[in-house]
């Protein structure tokens, strides 16, 4: 094993100012990245055409994972910058890209003033994102670890790792201000837009405290001495000892824990909003409960790791999830499933209104809303949407139906704990990841090295997940469709819980490869 030589450690006073410096930047390139998820559900009734609303939804989860799939080949480009001309200035370019993508997205016309123009801009703004976050990573974590003690890496470094989840926080609380100070009116029509211009006042905060940045100590005496890597690419993978534990940091580390990552925290609010119907105000509010309770444990386990090792911990993680997920989720669906409840025949109301269609003459839309109380003190509003002709001979329209379940406060403290049992996990097999990481690669190679397996791993199979994961549940729907109507065994007993089968199967795999093949201390440090 290759020891690192470090210079002299910074004091605890500058590591705070380190870690506050290189995290105020990280959070608000996640909280850029994260409001596109945020706001899936509105965004693909924005961009895309209406008439299928789950065909919408599925395009606009297919976008927010292209920003994914983009992150590696952000890793290559900006690592490989990172490492030959220093960590500072690379993910200062990166957090002016990504701000200026994200307000960017804020200002694109609807599908209906220009038409598929429209997803095809969000588009390129999304993987301008996803390129820009793949440089931000492991510029932020190699940064701070250069800057901390070998035993004490995993604790500072924790706090780079507390970024992620405060984004999507932020995202959420940024959400819910808006929503809460407009009516629902105003921000279907164009409030959904202000969380993307809010992030402009964020990054250029951010610039003026980057700015004054110094390089990291270990590049900068690895540069002094003329041992910096002229070709970071090739040195981190047409070397093959250094590309088997790129291959080993993937397979056996953050592919399984990007999975976790994602179903924890977009998935779980995914479901909940999309499948258990959940008002999306109650929604973002008991998600951000559980991820203000859930956060101080990357601390916690990253300091843990300094004392037992990093891979147990996150391994740890990976086994708990893929024995909990479906049990967990089943209690999310039974504990928001109606049937389960007794209706107050009494509270039950219903109007209709009859309006003209703005887009079709000759056209117009019946709207219906059902009220419906229950006696558990859930609350149920449902909108029926038809589109009428005076041609009594045409076919009736489909109607859209939008159901929205306004829980009561023992349910909705119920799934606050689901969800931070989720971000435990998270927290398990996130906190230590930074410097496990860093400590499996040379200095001179290390931003190119570490942010190409990281961002793989959360960026493509992690991120892939949102779309996967309701794919696969759609399917299973339709499956049970088809078998109904045949009159035939329904395939799938819970067809909710099917795309669940995609994090257990790849975090099972990881688990098995970091368990075999992953030691637990440093594998190549110099």
């Known amino acids: 094993m290759l020891t690192e030589q470090q210079p002299q450690t910074a004091s605890a006073r500058s590591l705070i100012s380190v870690i506050g410096a290189s995290s105020v930047g990280t959070l608000i390139e996640w909280y850029d990245f994260y409001i596109f998820g945020s706001l899936a559900t509105i965004l693909a009734t924005k961009f895309f055409p209406e008439g299928n609303p789950t065909a919408a939804f599925l395009s606009t989860l297919a976008t927010f994972a292209a920003g994914f799939v983009v992150r590696p080949f952000g890793a290559l480009f900006f690592g490989r910058l990172g490492d030959l001309i220093g960590r500072k200035y690379t ?135 003329g041992k910096a890597s002229t070709n970071p690419l090739k040195e981190s993978f047409g070397n093959t000892y250094n590309f088997k534990f790129v291959l080993l940091a993937l397979f056996g580390a953050t592919m399984g824990q990007g999975v976790v990552w994602y179903t924890g925290q977009f998935y779980a609010m995914s479901f909940i909003k999309t499948v258990c119907n959940v008002d999306a105000i109650q929604a973002d509010s008991l998600m951000s409960i559980a991820l203000l309770m859930g956060t101080p444990f990357f601390v916690v386990f990253g300091w843990l790791s300094d004392r037992i090792g990093r891979k147990g911990i996150m391994l740890a993680g990976m086994l708990v999830a893929i024995f909990t997920y479906r049990p967990i989720y089943e209690k999310i669906y039974q504990t928001t499933n109606l049937a389960n409840k007794e209706a107050i025949t009494a509270t039950i109301t219903q109007d209709s209104v009859l309006t003209a269609d703005p887009k079709l003459s000759g056209v117009s839309i019946l709207t219906k809303t059902l009220h419906r109380d229950y006696t558990d003190g859930t609350k149920l509003t449902e909108v029926t949407k038809r589109k009428v002709t005076s041609d009594s001979g045409a076919a009736p329209a489909k109607p859209e139906i939008k159901k929205t379940v306004t829980l009561n406060d023992a349910d909705r403290w119920t799934l606050i704990w689901l969800v931070f049992v989720q971000v435990i996990f998270v927290t398990l097999v996130y906190g230590p990841i930074a410097a496990f990481l ?19 791993g959360n960026g493509v199979f992690g991120g892939l997940l949102p779309a996967v994961a309701t794919y696969l549940a759609t399917g299973a729907n339709e499956a049970n469709a088809t078998a109904a109507k045949a009159g035939a065994t329904l395939p799938y007993a819970a067809p909710y819980l099917e795309g669940l089968w995609y994090p257990i199967v790849i975090a099972s795999v990881s688990f098995v490869i970091g368990l075999f093949y992953i030691k637990n201390r440093p594998q190549a440090t110099e």
């Open 91 to 225: 993910f200062m370019v990166t957090l002016m890209l990504m701000g200026g993508a994200t307000f960017a997205i804020g200002l694109v016309p609807s599908y209906e003033t220009i038409g598929f123009l429209a997803p095809l801009l969000v588009l390129i703004l999304r993987l301008l994102q996803g390129l820009a976050l793949g440089g931000e990573y492991g510029g932020a974590a190699t940064y701070v670890a250069e800057h901390s003690p070998a035993d004490k890496r995993g604790f500072w470094t924790s706090w780079i790792q507390i970024t992620a989840t405060a984004g999507l926080f932020v995202s959420l609380i940024v959400i819910l201000i808006t929503r809460l100070s407009l009516s629902k009116e105003a921000f279907d029509d164009w409030g959904w837009r202000v969380p993307f211009w809010v992030s402009v006042l964020m990054v250029f905060v951010s610039y003026l405290i980057r700015r004054n940045m110094h390089e990291s100590p270990l590049f900068a005496k690895v540069k002094a001495e």
């Open 438 to 456: 860093v400590e499996m690669f040379p200095t001179k190679i290390r931003y190119t090295s570490m942010s190409l397996p990281y961002h793989i």
